[in-house]
Structures are given as C-alpha cells and as structure tokens.
C-alpha cells in the first residue's frame, strides 16, 4: 500500500448498491460517512467508545471537514481507509487525516482532514481534553 504517512489504522469497506448516485459512482456523502465510520473505529481501538465518552462527560465534536475527491468509487469496490490523528494542542483540538485507496488498482480515491474540539456532553460548550483523551489520542499521534 502506497500509504501518505507511517502506521495508518486501517478499516476495509466495500462500496454497496445503496451508496450508489444517479451518477453510478459512490455519492460524495458516503465518503463522509466512510470518514466518521473510520474516526469511530480508532478512536474504540484506543479505548475511547462512546460509553468511555459519556462516562467522561467527553466527546470530540467536528469543528471542520476538507474532502478532497480524487475519484470515484463504483458498486463492489473493495476499498481501505486510513486514519492518522496528525495533530492535537494538548487542550482542546485534535485534526485527522484519511486516505481512501482501492487496491484493484492501486488509486488513491479520497484524501481529507477533520479538526475536532473537545465538549463537554452535557452542555455541549468547549472543555478541556480529559486525561483519558490525552492518553489514548496521544499515542497514536503521528508526525506529518
């Protein structure tokens, strides 16, 4: 795999009849849907569920998505998706990277960044990053 950076987490997707546009290809919002599929599955790798974030009063909210649509994905393509959390001030953000790959022939599909800020559940304000946020978040920080 021609991955952008090192240690991707990876999940594998295949494109199905439902994410199917009147154009034939997969519809720019299944990407989306691909991009928070992946962000999810990390962050449970690392410990961080959605159990762990309401225990925490917790929750890393999207601040801003950039997707970059290199090509399109048909019905039955299998695909990966790589995640990379490339930044986090220790306070209250934290940005991703994704790269969508079909290995059939070798195309990067997709490349994107989501900034996240840290609220609080209850109240949905800005808080600080739990230590627990910190912890797993952070070791899976790598270097762009």
């Known amino acids: 795999m021609c991955w952008d950076l090192p240690e991707p987490f990876v999940i594998d997707l295949e494109v199905e009849a439902s994410a199917i546009d009147a154009f034939g290809h997969a519809n720019n919002a299944e990407y989306l849907r691909w991009v928070e599929q992946s962000s999810w599955a990390h962050s449970a790798s690392l410990g961080l569920t959605l159990e762990r974030y309401r225990e925490l009063d917790r929750a890393m909210a999207v601040q801003r998505h950039e997707l970059d649509y290199l090509a399109p994905a048909f019905e039955g393509d299998g695909l990966r998706l790589a995640t990379w959390i490339v930044a986090c001030d220790g306070r ?22 989501t900034r996240f800020a840290c609220i609080a559940l209850s109240s949905g304000r800005p808080r600080r990053l739990p230590e627990a946020f910190l912890a797993g978040y952070g070791r899976a920080l790598v270097k762009e």
């Open 92 to 113: 209250l953000t934290l940005t991703r990277r994704f790269q969508l790959y079909r290995p059939a022939d070798g195309r990067t599909l997709l490349r994107a960044r």
